[in-house]
């Protein structure tokens, strides 16, 4: 009998150890995330899935070439990273082509803006000019910024 009263006793505990743990988690991730709502409010683009795969693609490339720009800066390899910036952010008609396939207008206007951001920044980081370069390129990832908080795929 005692035994059973031991197990029965541990078992309460464990779930009530359970119980507070996960009202714990819950707090932390509440306060964590600012209570975010689960629901996703951002306009669709509706795309397929193998332009969802493009896109997303285009966007890690962005998050690279911005990475080695930070990177190159550092260094104060300012040609490179201007060079990057040009070729990856910019505007190049490869980039003009993608932002027209979409049907959102205003989707459309936050692309072009932000491949001509990125040539902005390619002309900042030529100077040499850190804080312009830095300047620019807040610029360039305040586009991300708003973009990815107004839309989704």
């Known amino acids: 009998m005692k035994r059973i009263l031991l197990n029965v006793s541990a078992f309460i505990g ?3 150890f359970n119980g507070v743990f996960a009202n714990d988690q819950k707090m932390h991730m509440k306060n964590h995330h600012h209570d975010m709502s689960t629901v996703d409010t951002r306009i669709s683009l509706e795309v397929t899935g193998e332009m969802k795969q493009h896109q997303l ?6 998050v690279d070439a911005i990475r ?3 990177g190159l ?9 201007s ?7 910019g505007l190049t008609p490869e980039m003009q082509s993608m932002c ?3 049907n959102n207008e205003n989707f459309k206007k936050l692309g072009l803006a932000f491949h ?11 100077t040499e000019d850190v804080n312009a370069s830095l300047r620019a390129l807040n610029k360039t ?3 991300c910024v708003e973009c990815h908080a107004t839309y989704r795929q």
């Open 14 to 16: 464990i779930v009530c």
């Open 57 to 62: 693609a285009n966007m890690r490339g962005h």
């Open 68 to 70: 080695s720009i930070v």
């Open 73 to 81: 800066m550092s260094e104060r390899k300012f040609d490179d990273a």
């Open 83 to 89: 060079k990057i910036a040009h070729d990856k952010l």
């Open 100 to 102: 027209g396939m979409f």
């Open 116 to 126: 001509k951001s990125g040539d902005e920044l390619g002309d900042a980081l030529k």
């Open 141 to 143: 990832m305040q586009y």
